[in-house]
């Protein structure tokens, strides 16, 4: 790690090994405050998402509870803790960053992938049900009233896509789980098993098929292929 003085202050800046996928350093502030410390990361970590163009609004609060998980306060963008024991605060940050930095790495890795799924499964629904129209990136209003955004609305029922990862079940099962309480639309959900673990993938399953139609992709793509003779 670099350590270096911010000019014309008391704190220090500590640059960590760790960077986002794109690159981009990762850090937080130490300042002295009588005999206590501020130590924090002056809002440059959040930032990151909101300048990479990444869609938060529900990403937050699972951002803010992991923050409180160890030990640190999330509060308007900025993560902190005021600490008399310096060594356990830089520590509490140090595992928050190597979280964060991995929490971004799968979002953009699944945001810039997951417009191809959903062609791909698109593509399959329309070969086995011709007659049900598709229209994409479906918006519908949750009981909390909050908006939420669907893969597609298939006919009058919702379709939903998920690339397995530690954070996608949790996020896609809290949707469902708000619009199915004042809507009667059906909801499916297609999971790509194609590279995932199976675990994962049966994992995946087990929670939403509980609140949703859940199937695998390659069971939608065997429906759609047809038999050779």
């Known amino acids: 790690m670099n350590c270096r003085k911010v000019s014309g202050t008391d704190a220090y800046h500590i640059i960590t090994p760790l960077t986002f996928s794109d690159g981009a350093t990762t850090g937080f502030y130490i300042a002295p405050q009588g005999a206590n410390f501020l130590v924090t990361d002056d809002s440059d970590l959040c930032y990151q998402f909101v300048k990479r163009g990444a869609e938060m609004s529900h990403r937050w609060k699972s951002i803010q509870k992991k923050a409180e998980f160890f030990g640190l ?9 005021h600490t008399n024991n310096l060594f356990e605060a830089t520590q509490k940050f140090i595992k928050f960053i190597n979280y964060l930095v991995e929490y971004e790495t799968e979002i953009f890795t699944v945001d810039e992938s997951i417009d191809d799924l959903i062609d791909q499964v698109i593509t399959h629904l329309t070969r086995v049900y011709p007659e049900k129209e ?14 939420h955004e669907f893969a597609f609305l298939w006919g009058d029922d919702i379709g939903e896509v998920v ?14 789980i708000d619009v199915a309480a004042i809507s009667n639309r059906n909801i499916y959900v297609f999971i790509d098993d194609r590279e995932a673990k199976e675990a994962s993938v049966q ?4 929670i939403l098929s509980q609140v949703s139609n859940a199937m695998k992709f390659s069971e939608l793509e065997h429906k759609s292929t047809p038999v050779r003779h």
């Open 73 to 81: 306060t999330y509060e308007g963008g900025q993560i902190y803790t």
């Open 134 to 147: 598709i229209e994409r990136h479906f918006k519908i209003t949750g009981q909390s009233k909050r908006e």
């Open 163 to 176: 690339k397995p990862n530690p954070h996608s079940g949790g996020s896609v099962l809290r949707k469902i």
């Open 203 to 206: 994992q995946e399953l087990s």
